[in-house]
C-alpha cells in the first residue's frame, strides 16, 4: 500500500498542488508538505473597469498543494487550482510548478537564509477571461529570491520575518514583479501568527480593464498592494489548521477592495 501510494504521489508531482512556497526555509530530506486550501473573495468594483460590475463579484477557490525537498538545498513544489466565480461556473483554472535552491541557511548557522528559484504556472483560456484571475498569459514564468532571519528560543523559532521578490513575463505582453513581506511568531511550537504584505505590479500599456473582453494582465498596467494576517493552530502529528484574512488596500487597474478569507490544512509526512 505505501509503495503505491508513494507511485502516485511521485507520478502527480510534476502537475499536481497547490500554493507554491515562497518562504527561504525547507522542509527535511524526502519529508512531502500536502496543503489543502479554500479561499473566498468577494468585490464590488475594478479599478478603471468598462463597463463596471452591475452585482457584486464572488469568487470560490480550491487547491491542492504538494511540495518535496530531495536534498537540503533542493525543494520542489507543484500547484493545482480550481474556481468557480461569478464570470464561470466551477472549473481548473491553473497548475504550475517550482523548484528552488538554496544558498543560505541561518538554521545551520548562516547569517540569512537565502533561496533562489523559477517557476512555471499555466492557465487555461477560461480563467483568463476572469477578471479575478491574476494570471497574466496562458504561460507565465517567474525567476525570484527569499531571504529571512529566524530568532530561536529553546528549541523552536520564536519569532522570524521574511521577504520575497520575483520578476515574471508570460508568453506574452509585457514583465510584472512581485513581492511579500512578512513577519510571523510562534507561541510554544503551537500558534503560529503571521502579518503579511503582498504586492504585484505590471508594466502593461493599457490602464483600462474592459471587463467584457477581458483576457488576462499581460497587458495592463496593474498594480496592487494585500495586507494579510494568518493563524494556525498545530494539532500534533495531524499538521497545522490555518485561518486567514487579507484586504487589498491599493488598486489599479485591478479589482479593488478586495476581501479575502481562506481556510487551509497542512500536513507534513514522509513515506
Not at 527569499?146 to 521577504?163: C, H, M, Q
Not at 510562534?186 to 501568527?193: P, S, V
Not at 498594480?223 to 494556525?232: A, E, P, Q, T, V
Amino acid at each position: 500500500m505505501k509503495k503505491r501510494l508513494a507511485f502516485w504521489l511521485l507520478a502527480l508531482l510534476p502537475c499536481c498542488g497547490f500554493a507554491l512556497e515562497a518562504q527561504p526555509w525547507f522542509g527535511d530530506v524526502f519529508e512531502f508538505h500536502f496543503l489543502g486550501s479554500y479561499a473566498y473573495s468577494y468585490f464590488n468594483t475594478v479599478q478603471n473597469g468598462f463597463p463596471q460590475l452591475t452585482q457584486p463579484f464572488n469568487s470560490h477557490v480550491g487547491s491542492l498543494a504538494l511540495d518535496f525537498s530531495p536534498s537540503p538545498e533542493w525543494s520542489i513544489d507543484t500547484e493545482l487550482r480550481f474556481a468557480a466565480t461569478t464570470a464561470m461556473p466551477f472549473n481548473f483554472r491553473s497548475g504550475a510548478i517550482q523548484a528552488r535552491y538554496l544558498w543560505l541557511d541561518d538554521i545551520i548557522g548562516d547569517p540569512i537564509s537565502l533561496a533562489t528559484g523559477i517557476s512555471t504556472r499555466l492557465t487555461n483560456q477560461a480563467s483568463l477571461r476572469d477578471v479575478s484571475c491574476m494570471s497574466h498569459s496562458i504561460a507565465d514564468f517567474e525567476v525570484h529570491f527569499s531571504l529571512g532571519k529566524e530568532f530561536d528560543a529553546s528549541e523552536s523559532w520564536r519569532f522570524r520575518t521574511w521577504g520575497f521578490g520575483a520578476v515574471g513575463h508570460a508568453n506574452q505582453g509585457s514583465p510584472w514583479v512581485r513581492a511579500i513581506v512578512a513577519v510571523e511568531t510562534n507561541i510554544d511550537d503551537e500558534h503560529k501568527l503571521a502579518v503579511y504584505a503582498e504586492g504585484m505590479n505590471g508594466y502593461g500599456r493599457h490602464t483600462h480593464v474592459n471587463t467584457d473582453h477581458f483576457n488576462g494582465y499581460a497587458r495592463i498596467r496593474q498594480k496592487s498592494i494585500d495586507i494579510g494576517f494568518r493563524y494556525g493552530y498545530r494539532i500534533g502529528v495531524w499538521g497545522t489548521l490555518r485561518a486567514e484574512y487579507a484586504r487589498r488596500v491599493l488598486a489599479k487597474s485591478c479589482p479593488q477592495v478586495v476581501n479575502t478569507f481562506v481556510f487551509s490544512y497542512l500536513l507534513p509526512f514522509s513515506l
